[in-house]
């Protein structure tokens, strides 16, 4: 029997894009709230601003690290790779959207991909001592290069994997995967979770951020890791790891590039592991549902270049313009953060889908 404690509160980072900054603002606000988590799941691009919240004492220089100048820099310098041709990437996207099968042949996450990465992400040195913890989920492939192409069958490609401390792989110990269940069908990832103690907090960020047909598949060691997207909405591994649970409600993925990328790579529908999840109980849901109407430019997004006929990222043109665009999203985190814990029922998702009663804050319990 597992006899590590659990941890008291677990706030779910479940990325979204480049809005790193509405995580840091959440986190604000809980903290403001009187319910700060002693945990943090992050996946995908809530990884870096857990790595950011973990290493750094308050919110001020949290929210001014995000906002640096450094990090304004890492963004320019992701550059389009020599593959991405707009003709070739469209052209591949048609045949995933066309394709219904599930994870039909191991996929070239090695070379087929959109964008460079630099080799150093600017994150602060992590604190040998944290008022929260940080677990963070990736993929590790359990294929290699020279098997790109094979037909897939039945065959496992993935295994999801939590880079954490001790403490919470223990939790973790001997832990099925929630799309174990046959009602997954046929998709990709192993039926165990893994967990990981030696990879150190940066390494896990870089390597959580890493979404397939943007990024090459990320290198430590002798394996070779996809992103956080493996599992996006980690509630089950949340409530494994904690009494209370606090994750976001977000808007659904696109049917045209998104929805065709996750059948093609993991054999598995976003929208309905969203629905699903939904469903799910949790002691607090952030409303971020709106965020593309709330913040329409406020982070960095694709463009096509059609003079250099490449996908490039659309970068603020300026440092200024940059830090506006984080403050945004810090505002927006806080603010969504502060409506969710002031919910009268915050676990019911019928609550912020109904005015009246979505209008009805109560003061925050302790």
């Known amino acids: 029997m597992n006899q590590a404690q659990k941890y008291q509160r677990c706030m779910v980072f479940a990325g979204g894009g480049f809005r790193f900054g509405i995580y840091l603002g959440m986190y604000a606000a809980a903290r403001d709230a009187g319910r700060p988590p002693d945990l943090l799941l992050a996946t995908c691009g809530g990884a870096l601003a ?3 919240i973990q290493a750094l004492p308050d919110d001020a220089q949290r929210k001014a690290w995000l906002s640096s100048p450094q990090m304004y820099a890492f963004w320019q310098g992701l550059q389009p790779a020599p593959r991405a041709r707009i003709s070739r990437t469209l052209l591949q996207a048609a045949r995933r959207k066309l394709s219904r099968a599930p994870a039909p042949v191991l996929p070239d996450l090695f070379n087929d991909y959109l964008f460079e990465v630099p080799h150093h992400l600017p994150l602060p040195t992590p604190a ?10 990736g993929g590790k492939l359990l294929y290699g290069p020279g098997e790109v192409g094979q037909a ?5 490609l993935f295994a999801q994997t939590v880079f954490c401390e001790p403490r919470a792989a223990a939790l973790l110990q001997g832990m099925v995967s929630p799309f174990a269940d046959p009602r997954w069908g046929n998709h990709a990832l192993a039926d165990a979770v893994l967990t990981d103690t030696t990879m150190p907090l940066d390494a896990a960020a870089c390597m959580s951020i890493i979404d397939f047909y943007y990024f090459p598949c990320y290198s430590h060691g002798a394996n070779n890791y996809l992103g956080g997207v493996v599992d996006l909405f980690p509630i089950e591994v949340a409530r494994r790891l904690a009494d209370e649970v606090m994750i976001e409600f977000k808007e659904s993925f696109d049917q045209t590039f998104s929805i065709p990328a996750w059948r093609t790579v993991l054999g598995l529908d976003g929208n309905q592991r969203m629905r699903q999840v939904n469903g799910e109980f949790a002691d607090v849901w952030f409303d971020t549902s709106d965020i593309t109407a709330a913040l329409p430019i406020q982070q960095i997004g694709k463009r096509l270049d059609w003079l250099h006929n490449r996908i490039v990222l659309n970068v603020p043109a300026s440092y200024a313009t940059y830090v506006q665009y984080m403050d945004a999203q810090w505002q927006y985190g806080y603010q969504r953060g502060m409506e969710a814990l002031r919910r009268r029922q915050p676990n019911d998702i019928s609550a912020m889908r109904n005015p009246d009663r979505y209008n009805q804050a109560q003061p925050c319990a302790s």
């Open 50 to 52: 857990a790595a950011i």
């Open 152 to 156: 897939r069958g039945t065959r496992k």
């Open 128 to 137: 040998a001592a944290s008022e929260v913890a940080v677990a963070t989920i």
